[in-house]
């Protein structure tokens, strides 16, 4: 993913209000594919908007890439 706010709210737009975003990089180091990581965590408005979010979004190709939504306990601020 790109560190561009308005491109990931572009993205939900229409699916849920974004309250927040945090984006996550691992260096290769890190993990076990020997490739960085991008992440960017993403906080709505309601559980509800959430779940339709992922049915919508997880596989979907984003950046010539398919994506993986799931749901994580960290906190975003």
Do not use: P, W
Not at 9 to 28: M, R
Not at 53 to 59: C, K, V
Not at 67 to 77: A, G, Q, R
């Amino acid at each position: 993913m790109c560190e561009d706010e308005s491109y990931i709210k572009e993205i939900f737009k229409g699916i849920g209000n974004v309250q927040a975003i945090k984006f996550i990089h691992i260096d290769k180091q890190e993990n076990i594919y020997n490739r960085q990581k991008h992440m960017a965590l993403v906080r709505l408005s309601s559980l509800e908007e959430a779940l339709n979010g992922a049915a919508l979004l997880h596989g979907k190709e984003v950046m010539g890439r398919k994506i993986n939504v799931s749901f994580t306990k960290s906190k975003l601020c």
